[in-house]
């Protein structure tokens, strides 16, 4: 019903940039309708939420250790959400994920219980 599929994961040198893109498909599921985001989880760890958006584009949080090298964007017309990634470090190393947000919850949702539908997760390794 509801696929993403995220993609542009790798590895990267410490100070190197990625873009993450996930790409959203369903028979019924019309991506402009929904708030999207971001999380990732390094080994050992729990999830981390780093970006959100909001349905059109207008509105977008970020982790506030992320604030400044981390760009989340929207395409409606290509159904597909970006992580733009620049000056990676090695501790941004993990599995990122999107997700999408439940219509009910908050305008710009952080926490992984306010998201529905998640994607398999892309690896993205900085070495040092």
């Known amino acids: 019903q509801v696929q993403l599929v995220e993609s542009g994961g790798g590895l990267v040198q410490a100070g190197g940039s990625l873009r993450l893109s996930c790409a959203a498909s369903g028979r019924t599921f019309i991506v402009s309708n929904y708030g999207m985001g971001w999380f990732r989880q390094a080994p050992g760890k729990e999830r981390e939420f780093v970006a959100a958006i909001n349905w059109s584009g207008g509105a977008t949080s970020y982790a506030d250790s992320l604030k400044g090298r981390f760009t989340i964007s929207r395409d409606n017309a290509k159904n597909t959400v970006y992580l733009q990634m620049n000056s990676l470090k090695p501790e941004d190393t993990a599995v990122y994920y999107c997700?999408?947000?439940?219509?009910?919850?908050?305008?710009?949702?952080?926490?992984?219980?306010?998201?529905?539908?998640w994607g398999q997760g892309t690896q993205v390794t900085v070495s040092s």
């Open positions: 997700a999408r947000k439940i219509p009910n919850a908050r305008f710009i949702a952080t926490t992984p219980a306010e998201y529905d539908y």
